[in-house]
């Protein structure tokens, strides 16, 4: 199947300092690539779409200028927190679609990376 | 925007017992994804439903999708240990998934 990894998998920060998270889909291409974050015991929130060669479309109320994401190859997007502060702590996972399925059927199906643990001290 | 509800928030069951969770849009869906996940872990894909009224099985697991295409539910028979985790429905249309607010279960042995 379809594999996604993200580097790193947990990472502590002192406040203020920025951190970059990369996703990166190992056997398949992905035009398009999606970050969240989820909060202790709580749900996944799209932060931002991220597709390749373009501008990120972020989520209502996503600070595009803090959670910087680039997407310059079918294979990686990365995501740079800036100028983290502790309510910045949380998972972040990013997923990735097939390009190929994508393509040849109308189902929206994500590949999950492990996800990244940021704690901003 | 979409929101997907989820009830309940949180189950208990004997091992053994059946668990159930909905998931509810306030949309119309294109399709309906479900996921699991440990704590501490990601989400793990486990089926997808496209169809109004589609109904696929997974071992002791049954996945409905509403005729409406606006509801669904996950159906666990006979929990085991093993089951424990959070289950998550994901509503998909527009390209983009909107996660429903999960359903925690824990398995009492």
């Known amino acids: 199947g379809a594999v996604v990894s993200q580097h790193p998998s947990w990472v502590i920060c002192k406040s203020g300092t920025s951190v970059k998270i990369e996703c990166r889909s190992l056997?398949?291409?992905?035009?398009?690539m999606f970050w969240y974050r989820q909060f202790p015991k709580q749900s996944l929130m799209l932060m931002a779409t991220s597709n390749e060669g373009s501008k990120a479309t972020y989520e209502q109320g996503v600070e595009k200028d803090k959670f910087l994401i680039n997407h310059a190859s079918l294979t990686l997007s990365t995501l740079t927190v800036t100028s983290a502060h502790p309510e910045d702590s949380s998972f972040y996972i990013c997923s990735a679609r097939d390009r190929t399925s994508g393509r040849a059927s109308v189902v929206d199906t994500q590949y999950f990376g492990p996800g990244t643990r940021l704690t901003v001290l | 925007g979409q929101q997907v509800m989820q009830i309940p928030q949180y189950q208990h069951v004997q091992e053994g017992e059946d668990f159930t969770t909905y998931c509810n849009s306030s949309t119309t869906l294109s399709n309906i994804q479900w996921y699991k996940q440990r704590p501490g872990g990601h989400p793990v894909f486990l089926i997808q439903?496209?169809?109004?009224?589609e109904v696929k099985k997974q071992k002791r697991l049954t996945f409905q999708f509403g005729e409406a295409k606006k509801n669904s539910s996950l159906h666990i028979t006979a929990t085991q240990t093993t089951d424990v985790g959070t289950y998550f429905c994901a509503g998909g249309g527009n390209e983009k998934l909107t996660f429903g607010t999960g359903t925690r279960l824990t398995i009492i042995p």
């Open positions: 439903l496209v169809k109004s009224g």
């Open positions: 056997d398949f291409q992905a035009t398009t």
